[in-house]
């Protein structure tokens, strides 16, 4: 069975411009939850999706997007990018909402905005 | 109020040793999830772990245990003879519901652990 698989691994980016991120969850799972991790600010929510639909969305500024589409692939979209977003990015992906899933994440995209 | 408390930031620990994380939470649902995850410099995310809130006994997996105390709300995770692959970062996690009935998991700040030859 395969994991949970993010591209690309690695990304380089100017300010100003805008990016895109994959995720493709295990086979199966439904729930795809997105976090950025920095050395200031640790692990922080940005959103999930389940069944093509947002569920829950932490405190990210609009310029942080994302959809999900049939298939439960899910991407994320940063605009008008800044220096802070430079991060790991990771994705997690959960069979469905229940609290009691387990959640697996993938290798994470790591951003860096120059 | 912080919802996941990881009081250790680094820990060392002899090759062969056995080494207890500290993890203590802080949710008023009833049904939710804890997980460890190991870290490594790579940065992926690997899943150890996971106890529900409902499982009555602890939660073990090879070399890695939960040691669940509820009443407590602690989530400690042991592991057993210590290898040098297992220094990384271990970051305890729950998911539990947000306010508004979604579910969201939330992180520790992590504990670095290193494994001395």
């Known amino acids: 069975k395969a994991g949970v698989t993010q591209t690309p691994r690695y990304l380089i980016k100017t300010r100003g411009q805008q990016v895109t991120l994959s995720c493709s969850p295990i086979?199966?799972?439904?729930?795809v939850s997105w976090y950025q991790q920095t050395p200031g600010q640790g692990l922080q929510f940005l959103f999930e999706y389940f069944s093509e639909t947002q569920r829950n969305k932490g405190n990210f500024p609009g310029r942080f997007s994302g959809r999900q589409f049939s298939n439960s692939r899910s991407e994320m979209n940063v605009s008008t990018l800044e220096l802070g977003d430079s991060a790991l990015y990771l994705c997690a992906s959960s069979p469905g909402q229940s609290n009691t899933n387990e959640a697996f994440f993938g290798q994470g995209t790591r951003l860096t905005v120059v | 109020a912080q919802k996941i408390t990881q009081t250790q930031p680094g820990m060392f620990v002899q090759e062969k040793e056995a080494v207890t994380l500290d993890c203590t939470y802080d949710?008023?649902?009833?049904?939710?999830?804890l997980f460890w995850y190991k870290q490594p410099s790579s940065g992926e995310m690997i899943f150890l772990i996971y106890?529900?809130?409902?499982?009555?006994q602890n939660a073990t997996e090879g070399r890695y245990s939960l040691n669940f105390q509820k009443a407590r709300k602690s989530a400690n995770l042991v592991i057993s003879a210590s290898q040098l692959g297992d220094s990384a970062m271990y970051f305890c996690?729950?998911?539990?519901?947000?306010?508004?009935?979604?579910?969201?998991?939330?992180f520790g700040t992590g504990t670095k652990l290193q494994v001395i030859p």
């Open positions: 106890q529900g809130s409902y499982d009555e």
């Open positions: 086979s199966g799972h439904r729930s």
């Open positions: 996690a729950m998911r539990d519901s947000t306010s508004g009935g979604y579910q969201k998991v939330t």
């Open positions: 949710t008023s649902d009833q049904s939710y999830g």
